[in-house]
């Protein structure tokens, strides 16, 4: 059956007249934009009416949201990222399905994937846009009008008309002064890209991502490895603010073509905190990624890292070694720096001497010497390694092993008396033997020289405020290798959302580790080039717990979701527990 015309339907309802749907219609041609979204910016249609109509257009219920009240229960089983993603409320939780208000008909996506978050149908209702985003402030742990950032960046839009761009950039330049009593801290863009980063700081994100769009500029903070949206200033400020960061970080303001990198170092909240900024140019002006360093809640301590206690013994043992070399695998954002920052604290006496070659060096460690790459002048990871064992010392980190060169260097150091400790980019731990030797390194000299491999991945911890536990599905034991008699054994938990972890259900991370350890059958192996999956099999028959047999017993304890499991570490075997 043929759907009514939107316009028509506006038309019926009295909303608009023929004439102004036809001013409309050559409205949308010019502007590429929906029928509805024309009639609202010619002023003929409100948003509520147009939602009315879309309503009627698709034989759906119209609700308005101002004149209904939610009960927390209800707002709680969708978790807070979720809703503000998706642009959805939900609004009334039955047994069989939650009715959710929506704002567009035909986002079939964002329907889909609520269904399957919340493993239940999804019966729809539509709500205007505008009266969406307010109970997304309302209910989702934000105040009933603007947010901190919201009037920052409107009072910052309005003192912006008055004020150029470049009495902006001065103003911020004299602020960047020692002892400057800043008067200047008061100029409105200046406290809008604070209160970004204060915001950021304090929902503890461990990066800011400010990305440019035709039509909007998108701020999103990474919290627990996640990405979420926050509400974003007006598209017109994009200069400005991309200015102020620049200048914050001593880039060039004037430079809008090539990448660059900088640096703040400022006090927040009585911490010290390093910010690593990168800019990068994009379609629709430049991109910038504000990466977070908090020295005071960088640095973990290996109880901390979360492993098992088989696990954890092995690694005292690995790193207790007098020489040989360690490597941890795993992909950007893995923690494999937080782990090897972890180890070096761990072994760091007055006793011994520990010299790091670090591209960038993240956090300073009292009592270790630290050596930062600088390509400019050929201080490469390999010519730092050949210098340090001038030193003489016990321990060497080496940031990333990348080429042959290094590995190479790495392995000599390894060799001849030295314990080394580097990262390579591999999926899993066994991986990490023929990746040195496709990087050209002898077969002989690596089977020698390494004495452990340890893959890891980072997983979202359950929110012990609001997590509940649940009977999980035959397909999600399939999913994740184990059978309904093994997982009787066990307590599995899932998330719900509360104010403690912003209703996203999850509150902070940890670590899933595979710890290779080597010994004559996978040396012999290495030696001889044997395919990985053959040396995966030894290893496995020999302890090795894969990754996801540690997430497995994680979940199993409570401490994490097999949501979370599927997300980080999807099986790729069958899992013997």
């Not at 889909?112 to 989702?140: H, Q």
């Not at 105040?143 to 008309?161: F, H, I, R, V």
């Not at 400019?376 to 060169?405: C, H, S, W, Y």
């Not at 010994?519 to 999956?533: G, I, W």
Request: net charge neutral; with cysteine; charged share 25%.
């Amino acid at each position: 059956m043929k759907r009514a015309l939107l316009g028509a339907i506006l038309q019926q309802m009295g909303v608009v007249t023929f004439e102004q749907v036809e001013e409309a219609l050559e409205f949308q041609k010019k502007e590429g934009c929906r029928i509805g979204e024309a009639l609202i910016k010619l002023g003929y249609a409100t948003p509520a009416q147009v939602t009315q109509a879309l309503a009627k257009q698709f034989g759906m219920p119209y609700i308005d949201l101002s004149s209904i009240s939610i009960p927390e229960n209800v707002i709680a089983i969708l978790p807070k990222e979720v809703a503000i993603e998706h642009r959805a409320i939900p609004i009334q939780d039955k047994p069989r399905a939650v009715t959710l208000a929506i704002s567009d008909p035909l986002d079939f996506e964002s329907v889909d994937n609520i269904r399957f978050i919340l493993n239940k149908e999804i019966d729809c209702v539509l709500a205007s846009p505008d009266s969406i985003e307010d109970a997304l402030r309302t209910y989702y742990g934000l105040a009933a009008g603007p947010t901190e950032l919201e009037k920052m960046a409107e009072s910052a839009g309005e003192e912006l008309d008055e004020v150029s761009l470049r009495g902006m950039e001065d103003a911020a330049e004299a602020s960047l002064g020692e002892g400057e009593e800043a008067k200047v801290e008061d100029a409105p863009v200046i406290k809008l890209v604070n209160t970004i980063i204060a915001e950021a700081v304090k929902g503890r994100a461990s990066d800011i991502h400010i990305e440019p769009f035709e039509k909007k500029l998108r701020i999103r903070y990474r919290i627990d490895g996640i990405c979420v949206e926050q509400e974003s200033p007006p598209k017109r400020l994009q200069g400005a603010i991309v200015s102020r960061i620049k200048i914050m970080s001593k880039m060039d303001v004037a430079e809008k073509r090539r990448p660059q990198d900088g640096s703040i170092k400022l006090r927040m909240f009585g911490r010290e905190l390093d910010l690593r900024v990168s800019v990068v140019p994009a379609t629709w002006g430049e991109s910038v990624v504000i990466r977070i360093l908090d020295r005071e809640k960088g640095l973990v301590s290996l109880d901390k890292l979360g492993f098992d206690e088989q696990d954890f013994l092995k690694f005292k043992r690995i790193i207790k070694r007098p020489n040989g070399i360690f490597l941890v695998t795993g992909p950007t954002g893995s923690g494999k720096t937080t782990t090897l920052y972890a180890a070096l604290q761990d072994l760091n006496r007055p006793d011994v001497k520990i010299i790091t070659a670090e591209d960038p060096i993240e956090y300073h460690i009292p009592g270790i010497n630290q050596c930062q790459v600088n390509r400019k002048v050929n201080l490469t990871f390999a010519r730092i390694i050949r210098a340090m064992l001038r030193q003489a010392p016990n321990i060497i980190l080496v940031g990333e092993i990348r080429d042959k060169e290094t590995a190479d260097t790495a392995i000599q150091a390894a060799l001849t008396g030295h314990l080394v400790f580097s990262t390579l980019h591999t999926n899993d731990a066994p991986s990490a033997l023929p990746r040195l030797i496709d990087l050209g390194v002898r077969p002989f000299l690596v089977a020698s020289a390494v004495i452990g491999i340890m893959a890891q991945r980072l997983i979202r911890v359950l929110c012990s405020h609001c997590k509940e536990p649940y009977t999980p599905t035959d397909s999600e034991l399939r999913a994740i290798g184990i059978s309904r008699n093994q997982a009787e054994e066990m307590t599995f938990f899932r998330p719900v959302g509360c104010p403690e972890c912003g209703y996203r259900g999850y509150h902070g991370r940890l670590g899933i580790f595979e710890l290779l350890t080597m010994d004559s059958t996978l040396r012999e192996m290495t030696f001889r080039k044997a395919p990985v999956h053959q040396i995966r099999e030894a290893a496995i028959r020999l302890g090795m717990r894969t990754l996801q047999q540690d997430a497995v017993n994680k979940a199993g304890r409570g401490i994490t979701s097999i949501q979370e499991i599927l997300r980080v570490a999807a099986a790729q075997e069958t899992i013997t527990l």
